[in-house]
């Protein structure tokens, strides 16, 4: 027989495998159920990059809308010949995820506060009453409300796309001036790719929400 405290030790090493077996279970989970409410987002974002890649003639080798992994989606290409084209592919994505996701919240904050779900109030937050409209109803408000929410969180340029657009323009300023005119939208690029790692992503999907429904009349701010 086993002496007590040696016992002890191994019945808590066994107890503390178990606790971290489920805790790395639970992230995992977590994890999956994250990346697939943010796929919307991130198929806009890749398919903002396509569109542009297509429309400056630059000709695509892959395309990953989504997937499981980091980063969750990707386009490669070959290297831009002018750097206008280079330009228009780093920042496609903030101008189409930005339409796409305010198109969704006006229409999400148009549907509640018409049926009255939302109702803007004097104190901090609005009334909410998921009453107010059918489950049908209900439903499709929080679909619209989630996806303007993660294609708007999408919008910023990663941080490869904020690397790569720099690249191009250190290497291409000496032989084109022109391309100076272009550095401070360059470097707001790379400051915004940055500043999503302090959830400025976040904060700038929930300006468009705000955005949202003030331009429909109901601000809640």
Known sequence: MLPDPLLSALLLVF???????????LGTVLWVVLQIAAAPGVVVHEFAHAIACRLTGVR??????FRFGDPAGYVRHEQPK??????VIGVAPFLVNTVVAFGALLV????????????????????????????????????????????????FPSTGDANALWAQTRARWRR??????????????YVVSLLSWLWADVLYAIGLLLLAFAVVGSPLV
């Open 15 to 25: 107890i503390t495998a178990i606790i971290t077996a489920v805790i790395a279970g």
């Open 60 to 65: 695509i080798h892959e395309v990953v809308y």
């Open 82 to 87: 002018r750097y206008l084209n280079a330009f």
């Open 108 to 155: 999400f904050a148009d549907l509640v506060t018409t049926t009255g779900i939302v109702t803007p109030s004097s104190g901090v937050l609005p009334a909410v009453d998921p009453g107010a409209a059918s489950r049908e109803l209900l439903a499709g408000a929080v679909a619209l409300g989630w996806l303007g929410l993660v294609i708007g969180v999408h919008a």
């Open 176 to 189: 084109s001036p022109l391309v100076l005119l272009g550095i401070p939208f360059v470097l707001v690029v």
